[in-house]
């Protein structure tokens, strides 16, 4: 059975393989100039912007395989009528989807995990200096959790097949869940993996004009972008007075349209002079860098936990639903 699956699967391997291939010699030409730099401080400038691009690329390989490679696993078998044809044989239904989704899971975790191994060790001397390895982008390009969003893509797509029918909806779906997924869960769960650590921060005009972002659209006393060395940050309250109590609007849109003229210089000139005086401060939760591995071990967990529910609903509809 394994032998006839691998047959029915040539022709996508075939174009895995070359991709595979391709990509390979573009990052170990890549990583070999990154580890030639001689000015390593440059490093994030000269190659900050290729790393993104091809994290953020490398992160549309679980949706492509849960579109190309999941969902048209059984929704194809449906569709033609060949299903009839398999689940007549002497192989239950449930051994048959058990080694479809096994052999083919474990090709797009090998695919998944290659891709990022190589990725991985190119980045590795920008990410260093960088010290920006939890972005939402980055983080699931590096290590071990793309082996588990492959994993989770395959087997979302197979699911999705068996319970939608049809190959081109099945495919859509899953496309746009697992990309869901992976700006869910770095938003609503990866921040809680662990109790993050706490640290008050002065907000005085040297400051404030390190952040990136001053005010929001209705005005409010919001600072963003502020970065603690060595960790991601994932909570900033908004300016808080020495009290404790949130900077009123009125005397943040004081400072922000009428501060006073001082000459100064910086990001936000004058702004951050006039706030710098009032003797403010900000709440940051954040999670050290020293934690990566342990959040990456964590997140594969968590997809393969997905992925293995998954499979157990599309073997129990696969038996008892599906004619």
Same mark, same amino acid.
């Given at each position: 059975? &394994?032998?006839?699956? #691998? ?6 391997? %075939? ?14 030409? /890549? ?13 994030? =400038? ?7 691009? !091809? @994290? ?17 696993? &059984? ?14 044989? =002497? ?5 048959? %989807?058990?080694?479809? !989704?096994?052999?083919?899971?474990? @090709? ?47 087997? =979302? ?15 859509? #779906?899953? $496309? ?11 938003? #609503? ?21 390190? @952040? ?15 970065? &603690? ?10 300016? /808080? ?14 400072? $922000? ?13 004058? &702004? ?21 591995? #342990?959040?990456?071990?964590?997140? !594969?967990? !968590? ?19 599906? =004619?």
């Amino acid at each position: 059975m &394994i032998r006839m699956i #691998l047959r029915q699967f040539r022709i996508q391997a %075939l174009v895995a393989a070359i991709l595979v291939i391709l990509a390979a010699i573009y990052l170990v030409h /890549l990583g070999r100039d990154v580890s030639a730099a001689r000015d390593t401080s440059q490093l994030p =400038s000269q190659y900050g912007q290729t790393m993104l691009f !091809l @994290a953020a690329g490398f992160g549309l390989v679980p949706a492509l395989i849960g579109a190309f490679w999941g969902a048209p696993l &059984i929704a194809r078998e449906l569709e033609t009528g060949t299903h009839r044809l398999a689940w007549n044989q =002497s192989v239950p239904r449930r051994r048959w %989807l058990a080694v479809k !989704l096994t052999v083919l899971g474990l @090709a797009s975790m090998a695919v998944a995990g290659t891709l990022s191994a190589l990725l991985t060790w190119a980045a590795a001397p920008v990410d260093q200096v960088a010290g920006d390895r939890f972005s939402t982008i980055l983080f699931g390009a590096r290590g071990i959790a793309p082996i588990g969003y492959a994993a989770f893509g395959f087997t =979302s797509g197979a699911v999705t097949g068996l319970l939608v029918r049809r190959t081109l909806p099945a495919m859509a #779906l899953v $496309f746009l869940a697992v990309i869901a997924a992976q700006f869910v869960v770095p938003n #609503l769960l990866r921040p809680h993996y662990m109790p993050p650590e706490r640290v008050t921060v002065p907000m005085s005009a040297d400051t404030i004009n390190q @952040a990136r972002m001053l005010g929001s659209i209705t005005g409010g006393p919001v600072v963003g972008g502020l970065e &603690i060395p060595d960790a991601w940050v994932a909570y900033t309250s908004k300016l /808080l007075t020495s009290d404790g109590r949130q900077l009123s609007d009125a005397a943040f849109n004081e400072c $922000f349209n009428n501060a006073p003229k001082t000459g100064a210089t910086g990001k936000f000139g004058e &702004i951050a002079v006039c706030l710098g005086k009032l003797d403010l401060h900000v709440d940051m939760a954040y999670q050290p860098n020293r934690r990566f591995w #342990l959040f990456q071990w964590i997140e !594969l967990a !968590l997809y393969l936990g997905f992925s293995a529910l998954l499979a157990a609903v599309g073997l129990w509809r696969i038996q008892h639903r599906v =004619s």
